[in-house]
């Protein structure tokens, strides 16, 4: 298998992390996104969204999208569980990570593509009130992570699952180039992301 892969970006890191986790091996394939690889005919035919990472399966197949990926992995190797097993983990896990990704990791996104670095290839109109109003959303959903991660070790409970790979790689991300770092006292939070980060998956 082949995970058509963009070092820098953090939904590939995700993944990379998920089979990091799993003990699993893919070739890594590196797509020129900066020179516009990821818009050509040839990857619009492996993912018609034109985004990273695109998983490529032995019989030249593709799954694109980090947690359709990740589910495509669990069913291949579903030992250890990062999606959960019982029908209360598999919800929980589920609930904690379309919330991650609607209600942390769009925000961050809209940020990102109103900011100066994005600004500053001149792809996107910047809008500054949207920018402002991601950067709120984003900061308020920080602190209600830090007040659930008081009562837990791990987004979705007393397991690391792909809720946390969320979590991490989105943070770490808006942090390093989004000015978006969550405030230090945010306590329960930065205690969260040092126990996560600990896992050497998450040098993947
Ligand atoms: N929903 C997709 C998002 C993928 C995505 O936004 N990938 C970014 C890199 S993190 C990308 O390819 N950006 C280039 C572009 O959109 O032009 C997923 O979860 O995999």
Redesign the pocket.
């Known amino acids: 298998m082949k995970l058509y892969d963009?070092t820098p970006?953090?939904?590939?890191r995700?993944v990379r992390i998920f089979l990091a986790e799993k003990e699993m091996e893919v070739e890594l394939v590196q797509v020129d996104?900066l020179g516009g690889e990821?818009?050509s005919e040839a990857f619009l035919a492996k993912n018609p969204?034109?985004?990273?990472?695109v998983l490529e399966l032995d019989d030249g197949t593709h799954v694109?999208?980090?947690?359709a990926?990740c589910r495509t992995l669990e069913a291949m190797r579903p030992e250890p569980s990062l999606f959960g097993t019982t029908p209360f983990e598999l919800g929980r896990i589920e609930m904690a990570n379309r919330q991650l990704?609607l209600e942390m990791a769009t925000p961050i996104?809209i940020a990102w593509v109103n900011g100066p670095i994005v600004g500053r290839t001149g792809r996107f109109q910047q809008i500054p009130e949207a920018k402002a109003q991601a950067e709120g959303a984003t900061r308020k959903f920080y602190r209600r992570l830090d007040r659930e991660l008081g009562e837990r070790p791990y987004m979705a409970g007393e397991q690391f699952s792909v809720a946390d790979i969320t979590g991490l790689c989105m943070i770490d991300?808006a942090s390093e180039l989004v000015a978006l770092e969550p405030d230090r006292e945010l306590s329960n939070l930065w205690a969260w992301h040092e126990r996560v980060s600990a896992r050497p998956s998450t040098k993947a």
């Open positions: 963009w970006a953090p939904n590939p995700r996104v990821h818009k969204s034109g985004k990273v990472p694109a999208e980090s947690v990926i990704e996104g991300f």
